[in-house]
């Protein structure tokens, strides 16, 4: 065996799936550590995921991202950095690291990308430098580069606490009900493919200037508890409320913002206005995070008259289910 077969290779692979909010993370508290305001409730969802190979080697070398085979400007890869380096200060030292991530989905769609991609980079690169963390220090560490990501590493439903902690060691996500819990179906209904202009991190800060800000704190203080309570009971109007309420607050805040956020597409509404009329006959409900995609919920018996109603809007989507958690690969 020659020495370079010999070497250890640092060396892992990750899978995570994307997750979106009944009640939903927006404010931070600290933006440089991606800490909330409050806390929030999400599903994974098992259909878009992303997975990512990380490998350490040399020292003294850049950093890289490669996405679906595009390389990533080091200008822009900012968030994955954060995850890269505390790693490297946890494990003492200056190798760098090679990411190589596929996305199954359109990504900055308002399909949480960053989301997933950030829990399988950080899933990946932590278990290629050798480090044994648990459930919630991996979702501290996904954190780092996008605050929701800190959700896409436990699995089914989950919540992610704020925390009080000013250097975040109490802000992390845990499933409140594992993926079987209530088998609901899940439609990612595609309204747009292409880049959101307007970043989530962007849009917070413009809403904290809306003349509905104070409003807006007052009833998303509420929604993580109200929403969690409607999963574990699978009451699914008391879920509907949740999920249609804080939907509307988030996305009216933004077009207040100046300048405004409008991330709402013609067919978006429509298949929303469409939900919010079938909502009243059979168990279906709807969110959108942030951008223009739209993603269904329905109980078993709702689900034919709710895939004809989507069927009917003419775009793509997808059938999938609640989703697990991230893991290696
Ligand atoms: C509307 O996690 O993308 O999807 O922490 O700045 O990366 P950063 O923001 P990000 O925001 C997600 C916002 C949301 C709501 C949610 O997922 O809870």
């Keep these: 065996m020659t020495d370079l077969q010999i070497e250890k290779e640092f060396k892992a692979s990750a899978r995570a799936h994307a997750n979106i909010a009944v009640a939903k993370y927006w404010g931070k508290r600290n933006s440089d550590l991606n800490l909330p305001l409050f806390d929030s409730v999400a599903f ?25 085979d595009w390389q990533v400007p080091s200008h822009v890869m900012g968030r994955v950095q954060r995850i890269l380096d505390s790693i490297r200060k946890d494990v003492g030292w ?25 829990a399988a980079a950080a899933l990946a690169a932590a278990s290629a430098a050798g480090l044994e963390l648990s459930e919630s220090q991996l979702s501290m560490l996904a954190r780092l580069g996008s605050g929701s990501a800190a959700r896409s590493i436990p699995a089914g439903w989950t919540r992610w606490y704020a925390g009080s902690d000013p250097d975040g060691s109490d802000a992390f996500a845990q499933t409140i009900a594992p993926p079987d819990h209530w088998p609901l179906h899940v439609f990612v209904v595609q309204i747009s493919a292409t880049q959101k202009a307007v970043s989530s991190s962007e849009a917070m800060m413009r809403c904290e200037k809306s003349p509905f800000w104070q409003a807006y704190l007052h009833e998303a203080s509420q929604a993580a508890d109200y929403a969690q309570t ?18 509307m607050l988030l996305h009216a805040l933004c077009m207040t913002c100046d300048p ?13 206005k469409r939900i919010l009329r079938a909502c009243q006959a059979v168990q279906a409900c709807c ?19 709710v895939k004809n109603d989507i069927i009917a809007l003419g775009v793509p989507f997808i059938q999938t289910k609640i989703g697990t958690g991230a893991q290696r690969i």
């Design 44 to 68: 994974n969802v098992e259909g878009l995921y992303t997975e990512t190979t990380a490998v350490w080697d040399d020292d003294d070398f850049r950093d890289e991202l490669i996405i679906n």
């Design 94 to 118: 200056s190798k760098r690291c090679v990411l190589r991530s596929r996305n199954n989905f359109a990504r900055s769609a308002g399909l949480a990308s960053s989301a997933s991609g950030c």
């Design 230 to 247: 409607a999963i574990l009971q699978r009451d699914f109007s008391a879920l509907t409320y949740a999920m249609h309420h804080n939907m």
């Design 260 to 272: 405004p956020v409008c991330y709402v597409e013609p067919k978006s509404l429509e298949l929303v």
């Design 287 to 305: 969110t959108m995070d942030a951008g223009a995609n739209v993603v269904v919920l329905c109980e078993g018996a709702s689900y034919p008259f």
